[in-house]
């Protein structure tokens, strides 16, 4: 009868496993459906307008934090075979290509791309139009770089999504990468009205987020927020070394190489 047991167990454990499995999937194909749909509408976010817009005093400190995150990456200076994950309608790619002489950008957003591709051209930019989660590198590149991703990867695909980035890299190579500020960072430090964080209200850590566009469609996808200790530690267990910090309120920036003794992919 113990054995009995212990194979029911077993079957009931694999098959929760398989459905979360497939929860996840759903998730991350919801996920891939809601950044599609939202490309025309991505640089609004960005530029604070039209329901972004929360007049000139918001405008002006959103303003400043923008810069700070620029200077973080100009500060990087990612130089030579440039590979941009997650590159969406190209706002980073336009100042990554102020470094590099190639960019290789990719995103599952054709849409995006496109947009990324009227802003940037195609001379030194190539665009892959790919599922993150799945795509391989096929050469090694001097730096990645990827802007607002990590925190739309869930904890399950961490730790491979950053073996994926270690195969990409070429020896010495480096990583820069910025997200939005934990919510907590943002409204403590943040304008009376912190807008456009998205989550500022859900407790950090929460992996599931309700988004709606504005013909009012809804999805529901991925946000893990990170502070700067808890990335650099969680990093440090995955072999990288890895600095990071905060702007002021908005965002959190960062750069990693694999540390020393870390184990090769």
Not at 97 to 110: E, I, K, P, Y
Not at 113 to 130: M, S, W
Not at 233 to 250: E, H, K, Q, V
């Amino acid at each position: 009868m113990r054995r009995l047991a212990g194979a029911d167990s077993l079957r009931s454990d694999t098959a929760e496993s398989v459905r979360h499995d497939a929860g996840l999937e759903r998730r991350l194909a919801e996920q891939i459906a809601y950044y599609r749909a939202r490309a025309p509408e991505y640089d609004d976010w960005w530029e604070r307008r039209y329901e972004y817009d929360f007049g000139p005093d918001f405008a002006e400190e959103w303003a400043v934090e923008v810069a700070a995150v620029g200077d973080a990456l100009d500060r990087f200076g990612p130089t030579g075979d440039v590979l941009e994950l997650a590159a969406g309608t190209g706002i980073f790619t336009a100042q990554i290509l102020r470094h590099a002489d190639r960019v290789t950008a990719v995103d599952a957003s054709s849409e995006a791309l496109a947009i990324n591709a009227a802003r940037n051209g195609t001379d030194r930019v190539e665009h892959v139009v790919a599922d993150l989660f799945d795509w391989e590198p096929r050469r090694r590149f001097d730096h990645v770089c990827f802007s607002f991703w990590i925190s739309h990867v869930p904890a399950a695909r961490w730790a491979g999504f950053w073996t994926t980035v270690a195969r990409a890299l070429a020896p010495g190579g480096r990583v820069w990468f910025c997200d939005n500020a934990r919510a907590d960072h943002a409204a403590a430090h943040g304008p009376a009205r912190v807008a456009g964080a998205g989550d500022a209200r859900r407790p950090d850590g929460v992996e599931d987020s309700a988004r709606q566009l504005r013909d009012g469609r809804q999805f529901t996808i991925v946000k893990r927020y990170w502070s700067p200790p808890e990335l650099e530690a969680d990093l440090g267990a995955l072999g990288w070394s890895a600095r990071c910090a905060n702007t002021t309120w908005a965002f959190i920036h960062g750069h990693a190489e694999r540390a020393p003794a870390g184990p090769v992919p």
